[in-house]
């Protein structure tokens, strides 16, 4: 039977939740696959820290020690942050050990180099956990979709956001309201910026696209945008035009040209799949040139389903050969005015006091003027200001913002939003307006 030795680099809640399993299904690892896993050391800031876990404390260790390395085939970091876990993983292997990881702010930051550094030294980089919790995101983009050309990956990478937007969507809540209870009931930390600013999911969409494309993207060049601006106004407008807003990292390649990579609220049609996932799941929705899509949805993160993530890892060590690297390039540049693919398009205007559906029709006429094909429109009434929502089919920036500079309008903008839409709407076209004001 083949042994494999762990040293388990931080005990928080997932190295908490990776001893619990090999403790717990040890005997199932050696029925099915033949391994003898055992945890060896556990490196902890406080080895004095009383832990529900039985049988750990003789392995506590407050110092990373490189003889226990000689005594390991496995390292798995869960210690979290840059430094000093790179510090700890580069020294594991160098002395030959395997790495598993769930480490994603460090895989984004220097995955490519820590890549390398493995193969260097023959050694295994396992990371499923980084991203997605327990969904098998890394493993399907690595072993089970090697006849595709991966066209677009679209994901909500982020429990929190995903939560706080459901909250809102469901009951009518605002957003400082949802966020309390996140942080109340454990979904949220008590500082929240990574999630509700969109870093944590921006993290995770360049470990994918790495994945799935061959690139090694900076992250200042991927589009991040976090859910803190969202209104409750706006939120009701996408539903009534047939979609839902979700806060989305989407990597999409464009006629065989270097991706597109962005974390974005967008408005996502009512029938695609990635509209039902709720509360606190994670999905990722994959497009290939022969599978067409495929998506998956579970739990995106907690103790034992990122720990399920982590020890499938460690079983998998040396019995699944790692997907080659293609290519590294960079990111495009823009594409020339009349290059431009032309997706559908959120607009959303908000205007002072009453908007009735004569003024809509206004409005409507002056964005169709400047070639912004309006597919439908919906407005929602506030206390003395309104939003109104375009569906666009052609969309252009700069000639919204002429109409704006200009106050062309027939209504005065307070602010306005434009916001990527994925699928289109299921639903008839708003001809008659005056109905659509709530």
Not at 149 to 173: C, E, F, H, K, P
Not at 367 to 389: H, P, R, S
Not at 426 to 431: F, I, L, N, P, S
Request: hydrophobic share 45%; proline share 4%.
């Amino acid at each position: 039977m083949k042994q494999l030795r762990v040293m388990l680099l931080g005990c928080g809640t997932v190295g908490s939740g990776v001893y619990k399993t090999i403790k717990q299904n040890g005997e199932l690892l050696k029925e099915r696959l033949g391994l003898d896993v055992s945890v060896q050391s556990v490196l902890v800031l406080n080895a004095d820290k009383k832990r529900p876990l039985p049988g750990i404390e003789p392995l506590l260790t407050t110092q990373f020690r490189e003889d226990l390395l000689d005594e390991t085939d496995v390292v798995v970091e869960v210690m979290g942050g840059v430094e000093p876990a790179i510090t700890y993983i580069t020294a594991a292997m160098r002395k030959g050990c395997h790495v598993v990881t769930a480490n994603k702010e460090l895989l984004a930051k220097h995955g490519l180099a820590l890549e390398k550094e493995a193969r260097e030294h023959g050694v295994e980089l396992l990371y499923e956990g980084s991203v997605g919790g327990g969904i098998p995101l890394i493993g399907v983009l690595q072993h089970f979709l090697k006849v595709n050309r991966v066209t677009r990956l679209s994901g909500i990478l982020n429990g929190t956001t995903n939560y706080i937007l459901t909250q809102m969507a469901r009951d009518g809540r605002s957003f400082a309201d949802v966020l309390a209870e996140a942080q109340a009931c454990g979904y949220a930390e008590a500082d929240p910026t990574s999630d509700v600013e969109g870093y944590d999911a921006m993290y995770k969409l360049a470990i994918l696209a790495r994945l799935a494309f061959g690139i090694d993207a900076p992250l200042r060049d991927i589009t991040r945008e976090g859910i803190t601006a969202i209104t409750l106004e706006e939120i009701r407008l996408a539903q009534k035009l047939g979609y839902t807003v979700k806060l989305l990292a989407n990597a999409e390649l464009r006629r065989g040209e270097a991706p597109t990579l962005g974390v974005q609220l967008t408005l996502v049609a009512d029938g695609h799949p990635l509209a039902a996932v709720n509360d606190v799941y994670n999905a990722l929705h994959v497009e290939g040139d022969i599978v067409q899509d495929v998506t998956l949805i579970g739990q995106g993160a907690g103790e034992l389903p990122t720990a399920s993530a982590v020890v499938e890892d460690i079983a998998n060590v040396g019995r699944m050969a790692t997907r080659a690297r293609t290519p590294v390039f960079t990111l495009p540049k823009p594409m020339a005015e009349g290059e431009r693919e032309r997706p559908l398009t959120y607009v959303g205007l908000k205007g002072a006091g009453v908007i009735d559906g004569k003024k809509v029709t206004a409005v409507r006429s002056a964005l169709t003027q400047v070639a912004l094909g309006v597919q439908n429109v919906q407005v929602v009434q506030g206390e003395g200001f309104a939003w109104v929502g375009f569906v666009c089919t052609e969309w252009d920036e700069q000639r919204l913002a002429q109409l704006l500079s200009a106050k062309k309008l027939p209504l005065q903008v307070l602010a306005h939003t434009v916001r990527p839409c994925l699928g289109e709407a299921v639903q008839a076209e708003a001809h008659v307006l005056a109905t659509a004001v709530n």
